[in-house]
C-alpha cells in the first residue's frame, strides 16, 4: 500500500477516466487513486473496474448511489482513506484541468515542507488559467478576494480543488460537521483547517479547463459559495468548537 491516495469524484466522466487514471498511476513516486462515482449513467464506473485487475490493489472504487454534491463524495473519500493508513491523501477533478504531475509538488510542500494542507493555486504568481472567459476568470479571482476579506485567511486560491491533505489535518477536522456540498466546500475545508492553526501552503500551478466532458459549475453551487463564506464567519465568531 502506497502512502499517497488521490481522491477523485466522478459524474459522467468516461472520456476522461481511463486516461486520468493511466497518467496519476504513471509518476513517481507511486500514487493510488480512489474513484468515487455518483451512479454515472455514462458507465464510469464500469471503466474504472476494467482497470483494476491491471492497477491491482492501486485503483479503488467507492460507488454510491446518487448524484449528492462534490462535498460529500469528497467526504466519502476521506473516511474510506481514513479508515487505511494513508498519509497524503489528495483531490482532484477527472477532466485533467489539474496537471497530475503536480501532484509531486504538492505531496513535497507536506512530506519535506511541514504543510498540513497544500493548495494547487491559480492565483499565487498571477492569474494562471487557460481556456477559461475572461468572465468566469475574474469571476473566480475575485471570489478568492472576497473570501479573504471576509475570513481573514490569506490564501489566494480559496476555491481550488487541488490539494494534499496530511491525515493529521483531516483527523483534526470534524468531518462530520463539514455543511457544504458545492465549491463552498473547499472554503470550508481550507477554512476549518486555518482555525486549527494548520499550516496551509500554496503551491503555484496552471489551471487549464477541460476539453471533454461537461462542468458541473451552475448558479446554485455559486450562490452558496457566496453566502456560504459569511456564514463560516459568523459560526467561527459564536461557536468556539466551529472547528
Not at 476521506?78 to 487505511?84: I, S
Not at 475572461?134 to 475575485?142: C, G, H, L, Q
Not at 466532458?213 to 453551487?221: A, L, N, T, V
Not at 467561527?236 to 466551529?242: A, G, P, R, V
Request: proline share 2%.
Amino acid at each position: 500500500m502506497s502512502t499517497n491516495i488521490v481522491i477523485i469524484p466522478t459524474y459522467n466522466e468516461k472520456e476522461n477516466a481511463e486516461a486520468i487514471i493511466r497518467k496519476v498511476m504513471s509518476l513517481t513516486p507511486a500514487f493510488e487513486v480512489l474513484i468515487v462515482d455518483d451512479n454515472s449513467p455514462d458507465g464510469t464506473a464500469d471503466i474504472v473496474k476494467s482497470l483494476q485487475n491491471e492497477f491491482k490493489d492501486r485503483l479503488h472504487l467507492l460507488s454510491r448511489q446518487e448524484k449528492n454534491g462534490l462535498g460529500t463524495a469528497y467526504i466519502a473519500g476521506f473516511n474510506w482513506c481514513l479508515a487505511r493508513t494513508y498519509k497524503y491523501i489528495f483531490e482532484m477533478d477527472a477532466d485533467f484541468s489539474h496537471n497530475p504531475e503536480d501532484l509531486i509538488k504538492l505531496l513535497h510542500a507536506c512530506e519535506s515542507e511541514g504543510a498540513g494542507l497544500a493548495v494547487g493555486s491559480r492565483y499565487l504568481t498571477g492569474v494562471n488559467v487557460v481556456n477559461w472567459p475572461m468572465s468566469r476568470v475574474i469571476m473566480s479571482y475575485y471570489a478568492s478576494v472576497y473570501v479573504r476579506f471576509i475570513t481573514g485567511m490569506t490564501i489566494r486560491d480559496a476555491t481550488a480543488g487541488f490539494v494534499c491533505y496530511t491525515r493529521e489535518t483531516l483527523q483534526a477536522i470534524n468531518l462530520d460537521k463539514i455543511k457544504f456540498k458545492g465549491y463552498a466546500f473547499q472554503i470550508e475545508m481550507k477554512f476549518k483547517a486555518f482555525l486549527k492553526g494548520i499550516k496551509i501552503q500554496e503551491v503555484p500551478i496552471i489551471f487549464t479547463d477541460r476539453t471533454l466532458g461537461s462542468s458541473k459549475m451552475s448558479k446554485k453551487i455559486f450562490r452558496e459559495a457566496f453566502f456560504g463564506v459569511i456564514e463560516l464567519k459568523l459560526k467561527s465568531l459564536f461557536s468556539k468548537n466551529d472547528a
